[in-house]
């Protein structure tokens, strides 16, 4: 069995600058803080709170999960109450991030994913944990059976589709440029299925940074996207056309309900990184405006670039030639 590609959006050298998966969630941050601390009660409340909003339920089990100390004193939290299945979604997604750096069996943390599951048949987010797990040490069957039951529970779940485009983009590195790769029908598809103010409609934005990932590293793109030509194809630009478009409708994440998809940000990035790419500095330097402080890791460093520094270059160049 051949390795397990590099983990998504991480660069091979040491980052210069730190990223925080929290994005704009201060509610997230403030409980992770506590968690850090000793203190699971934050987490407990912020988890009861978000019900079944799926989409912000795995935002922020995951962002949770991250914390460094989150076993030892989550552990704690199911000691003191076992009946929490709160506590055992967290268990287990801390479980896989740990087996993902190597500090834990797999089959404990599939163990732990499997239990937790069982507690709330209808929560996708054990399921989100397994998908992770098995996207970055698993196998390709795996991963679409996982995705399923994740869609099963929550057709439209944000980061479960974000995971699946990164697994069927490294299919066939070595087409080459080829529109009718199964990424782009598999995110076309996706986001023709969303409801219309689903994040999804940037999926195929999403699919085509990806695939430019994979061919990257083969050697078939240059090392640098605006150098490439992946972004000037008259499929791309109409991808990325209905993209923007959806965001100048859908997108902007404050003005309705007051309250922003979870992880609105990284589409924001996906679409800054496009639009610059396909050089629309106009557009791209609206989007950069949304962003704010929220720069996330992918698709910056794509293929393998530090990814702060390849975003304030593209920021700079975008908001100065606006």
């Not at 100390?69 to 801390?94: F, I, K, M, N």
């Amino acid at each position: 069995m051949s390795p397990p590609p590099p983990p998504l959006g991480r660069p091979r050298k040491k980052a210069a600058h730190s990223f925080d998966p929290a994005l704009d969630d201060t509610a997230l941050v403030t409980a992770r803080t506590a968690l850090a601390q000793g203190r699971w009660t934050e987490a407990r409340t912020l988890l009861a709170d978000t019900g079944e909003d799926w989409d912000r339920r795995g935002h922020r089990v995951m962002g949770l999960a991250q914390e460094p100390t989150a076993t030892a004193w989550v552990g704690d939290w199911r000691l003191a109450e076992p009946e929490s299945t709160d506590a055992a979604v967290l268990l287990a997604c801390a479980t896989v991030y740990r087996a993902v750096a190597g500090k834990a069996r797999p089959d404990k943390a599939r163990d732990a994913c499997t239990r937790a599951a069982a507690l709330d048949p209808r929560d996708p987010t054990p399921w989100l944990g397994l998908l992770f797990l098995e996207r970055e040490l698993g196998r390709e069957e795996d991963v679409v059976r996982l995705f399923d039951e994740v869609r099963l529970r929550h057709p439209a779940h944000h980061h479960a589709h974000h995971l699946m485009v990164a697994r069927l983009a490294e299919r066939r590195a070595d087409a080459g440029q080829d529109p009718l790769h199964e990424v782009y029908d598999f995110a076309a598809w996706a986001a023709e299925q969303a409801p219309p103010a689903s994040p999804l409609a940037v999926l195929p934005v999403v699919a085509h940074a990806e695939r430019y990932r994979v061919l990257a590293r083969a050697g078939v793109e240059p090392p640098d996207p605006k150098a490439s030509g992946h972004w000037a194809g008259r499929r791309a630009r109409l991808v990325m056309k209905a993209a923007f478009d959806w965001w100048l409708e859908w997108g902007d994440p404050h003005d309705r309900a007051g309250c922003a998809h979870p992880r609105g940000r990284i589409d924001l990035n996906f679409l800054a990184h496009a639009k610059y790419c396909e050089g629309r500095p106009a557009e791209a330097a609206a989007l950069f405006h949304r962003i704010g402080p929220h720069v996330t890791p992918a698709p910056w460093s794509y293929p393998d670039r530090e990814p702060y520094e390849a975003f304030r270059a593209a920021r700079s160049a975008a908001l100065g030639t606006a």
